[in-house]
């Protein structure tokens, strides 16, 4: 091999370990930012269930949240940029594969594009939010899901639509539950650098953060199925509404207490991955 192979292969090199060393620090910041959402909803969660009602728990309530923070544009906007990197990430994952074994399967992409999608919406709203749009760039959703829900029955058989996207919102939230309770995520973590005290604290927050999460999903969808069985939009319920609601069950504030708490360990367990997480 001439000097200019050896140059050139060098370069490659160079370039490829400075692309990966790129997505996995907007890898680590998405999922940092990830938590920190959650972490904001479970609190304000909490703070209705203690009756503080002031804000909604959802992402665009998180956000007014920060906005009255000092800092509060350069949190916003790290906080949207951080998702941008989760974004790109998921869709790096989707081209390439993800790490692990199974990492490349078609079913490990598609589930990586639809996160891309997500994660992309999800950036847009915030990044809207910074630039000065304010709730009208977010909406919460609350709203947001009655106005889908609303658009969708009008369209022909929008009934089947909404019930199945309902259907599928309550088989992710089981998935999810199941895969926490299970600690699947174990998979994804670089164990051999964690102490067992951390381990433990890890399992704690995964555990229960996951049930927590995959409980939140799976009363949405359920809602979202009521309102397509009923044909009543106003039946669909955001995240705020969802976690409302679980103060209407015999256990009343309590269980929206639990739920909370859980929203702020998932919020601590996405940080962790953050630090622990193969990427």
Known sequence: MNADAVTRSGRLRARRAATGSALEGAARAGLVARGAIYLLVGAL????????????????????????KPFAAVLLWALGAGLVGMALWRLSEALFG???????????RLLSAVRCVFYAFVAYSVLSFAAGAGAGGTGSSD???RDVTARALERPGGQW??????????????????????RKYRDQLKLGEMSRRVRRAVDTTGVAGGV?????????????????????????????????????????PWLLACVAVGL???????????????V
């Open 264 to 278: 702020v360990l998932f919020g601590t367990f996405s940080c962790a991955m953050a630090r622990w997480r193969r």
């Open 98 to 108: 993800a790490a692990g074994r199974d990492g490349g399967t078609a079913r490990k």
């Open 161 to 182: 639509i909404v019930g199945a996207a309902g259907a599928a919102t309550v088989v992710a939230g089981v998935w999810i539950a199941a895969r926490a309770v299970l």
């Open 45 to 68: 969660a909490l703070r209705i269930a203690f009756g503080d009602g002031g804000r909604q728990a959802d992402r665009s309530g998180a956000l007014e949240e920060i906005s009255t």
């Open 212 to 252: 927590a999460r995959g409980l939140v999903f799976a009363a949405a969808g359920a809602f979202a199925v009521r309102a397509a069985v009923d044909y009543e939009p106003d039946k669909a319920k955001g995240v705020d509404d969802t976690l409302r609601s679980f103060t209407d069950t015999p256990l009343g």
């Open 143 to 145: 709203r947001q899901s």
